[in-house]
Structure formats: C-alpha cells, structure tokens
C-alpha cells in the first residue's frame, strides 16, 4: 500500500470515527438518562430500536444518492443531520427529543457509512487492493465503539448528560475537517430504469442474492450472541460483571481481527475466508451452551469475536466484484437495508424464541442456519471467477 493512499485511508478511517462514535455514544447515553426520569425497559427498548430503524428506511435511498453525488456531498448532509439530532438532545434532553435524535444520529451513521465504502472502492484495483482498503476502513467502527460509549460515560460521571450530549455533538463536524483534502472520485450516475426495476436488476445477480444472505445469516450471529448471552448468564447465575466481561471479550476479539486484517489481507481469498467464518460460528454456537461457567464462555466469545470480525471487509470486497460500478452506492444500501432490518426484527425473535425454548436453544437454532449457509460460499466463488 503506497503512502498516499494509506494517508488518504487514514483520513476516511478518521471521518468514520466522528460520525459512529457520536451514534455509539448517544445509544449509551440516551438509554441510560431514559431509565433515570424512570421510564419503562420497553420505552428504552423503542429508543434503541430507532437507531436501527431510519437505516432500514433511508439505507436504498442513500445509496443512490451517493452513485450520484460521490463522497462529500453526502458527507455534508450527513454531518449536518446528526448534528441537528446532537443540538436537540443538548436543548431538550427530555425522551421524545431523544427518540429524535437517535433517529437522526443513525441516519447520519448509516449516509457516512455508505459514502465512505463507495469512496473506498474506488481507491482499489484488483481483489487484493480491495480486501486491504476494506480491511483498513473496518477498523473504523470497532475504534469509534471503543471510544463513543467510553466519551459518554466520562462526562456523564464527570459533568452529566447534557454536558455529554455536547461533547458527542462536537465530534461529526470532525468528519469534515478530516475529509478536507480528500479529492472526490467521479460520480457515476446509475441508469434511470426506475426504482423498483433498478432494484430488481440488482436482486436478480445471483451472487448478489447469495451475498446478502451470507451476509444476514452472519449479521444474525453478532445479534444472537449480544442480545442472547444476558440471557443464558441469568439462567445460571451468573453475575452482571461476569455477563458484561464476556460481551467484552467478542468485543475486544472482534477489534484486533480488524485491526491485524489490512496486514495480511492481501494473502487471503475473501470466500475462503467468509466459509472458513461461517463454519467455525456454527461450530462455536453449537458448544456455547455447554461452557460451564463465565471464563469457559468467555473464551468461546473472544473465539467468536475473531470469526465475525473478519468477515465484513471480505463481504464488502466481494459485493464490490459483483456488482456493476455504476451501482455501488445503491447495492451497499441495499445491504444496509437487510442487516438493519434484521438488527430490528431479530431481537424480537429471539427475546420470544428464549421464552418458549430457553437461551440455549436459540444458539442452538443460530448455528444450525449459519453452517447449512456454507454451501452459498460455492456460488460465491463462480460470481467472483466470473467477475
């Protein structure tokens, strides 16, 4: 990697972290000044749920938006918008203002991050230039998890929440500084077939169809694990502390992998890594359930943690192989679509499955799905052979 295009990556990574570290810490602050004025755990559950929720809704459109306009138009709107939602939450940090601003702050996340890997697909040439740009950009989200949520919960403890409110509304307008001397890589304008048709265009690429389900089965699995490990350490016993150790532990896993990724990706094959992925998180849902106690389920987080976290710079890689150009945009907003949709409807699921079944069957469930997906990574690899 040439030192020009490693400083032009350093400078999106960084843009990256102001916009999704403010969203990160927001869904840290916003729910926990929600349960302080004392409302419900299905109050607070709405207001994460929004997050997610205006990525399901503008994720298509957004794309589309960025074919037309390249990287810094979108940029723009997307700072300003989460921005807005960070200046309300400082005026007015009252729940309905909140709900706002969490609506605000993933719109804002979702518009960046579509731009932002459009952008970075056109600084690649070849399936290895690609699996390094994409390797580098993921590291974007795991250092703003880190940051946003620890920000936060400084200057809650240090100076309350609407001082935390302000401190995380100073971070998007970072994104510009840093982008200042990016140049914009040309726009290209997709064909005006109409929307529904233009969708299905894209849809009916069989690789891409098999990518999206690789991509949810996967997504799935991160969501399985968050939301279901409260629930299988309250079935036992085990402390929060504990509980809270072992989510740290994917975390931490999910991290390094993507931060050691732009170093060796160049030597690896996106769906060897992808099936290689899938098979050992069903594997390691399948014994989940049986790790007898906190510091065995830890280490079967962490092991989960590597598997997942290496898996999104090969997907990206591999949608921009399959997919026409002309069209980036709008297929990474099409994907956007499908794991926020999922990341809303799945935490339902779950929470009524672990009712009925119990916490281990649901992982039980996860991992069943997840390894009969493995034969898709097979028509995978004839869509990249064809590409």
């Excluded at 740009?133 to 403890?157: E, R």
């Excluded at 009524?352 to 069957?361: D, F, I, L, P, Y």
């Amino acid at each position: 990697m040439s030192p020009g295009l490693r400083g032009r990556l350093t400078r999106l990574v960084a843009a990256q972290v102001s916009l999704h570290a403010a969203m990160a810490g927001l869904r840290l602050a916003a729910p926990l000044l929600a349960l302080r004025e004392g409302h419900s755990a299905l109050a607070v559950g709405v207001l994460m749920a929004l997050f997610a929720l205006s990525q399901v809704f503008l994720a298509l459109p957004a794309g589309r938006f960025t074919d037309r306009h390249g990287l810094h138009r979108p940029m723009r709107l997307a700072v300003a918008v989460a921005l807005t939602g960070g200046t309300l939450a400082v005026i007015w940090p009252v729940y309905l203002v909140l709900c706002v601003a969490a609506l605000c702050a993933g719109a804002a996340s979702g518009l960046s991050l579509i731009a932002l890997q459009r952008y970075v697909g056109t600084l690649a040439h070849g399936p290895a230039g690609l699996r390094q740009v994409f390797s580098a950009m993921s590291t974007g989200p795991a250092i703003a998890n880190v940051v946003g949520p620890f920000l936060a919960g400084l200057v809650i403890d240090l100076a309350g929440f609407r001082a935390a409110f302000f401190a995380l509304a100073c971070l998007p307008p970072l994104a510009l500084l840093a982008l200042r001397t990016v140049p914009e890589a040309p726009p290209r304008p997709a064909p005006d077939t109409g929307t529904r048709r233009a969708s299905r265009e894209l849809l009916a690429l069989p690789g891409f169809r098999r990518l999206l389900v690789v991509n949810w089965l996967l997504s799935s699995c991160w969501d399985v694990h968050t939301f279901v490990v409260p629930l299988l350490g309250h079935e036992r016993g085990i402390s929060a502390t504990a509980i809270g150790s072992v989510l740290a532990a994917f975390a931490v896993a999910a991290t390094v992998v993507r931060l050691a990724l732009p170093v060796i990706a160049a030597r690896l094959h996106e769906t060897r890594v992808i099936a290689v992925a899938m098979a050992a998180t069903a594997a390691i849902l399948l014994v989940y359930p049986w790790m007898p106690g906190a510091l065995a389920m830890g280490v079967a987080s962490a092991l989960l943690g590597f598997a997942l976290g290496s898996v999104q710079p090969m997907i990206m890689s591999t949608l921009h192989q399959i997919t026409p150009a002309s069209r980036h945009g709008e297929a990474i907003g099409l994907r956007a679509m499908a794991i926020n949709a999922s990341s809303v409807a799945m935490p339902l699921l779950f929470g009524s499955a672990g009712a009925v079944v119990g916490a281990s069957a649901v992982f039980w469930v996860a991992g069943a799905l997840v390894g009969g997906g493995v034969p898709l990574v097979r028509g995978l690899r004839a869509g990249l052979a064809k590409a």
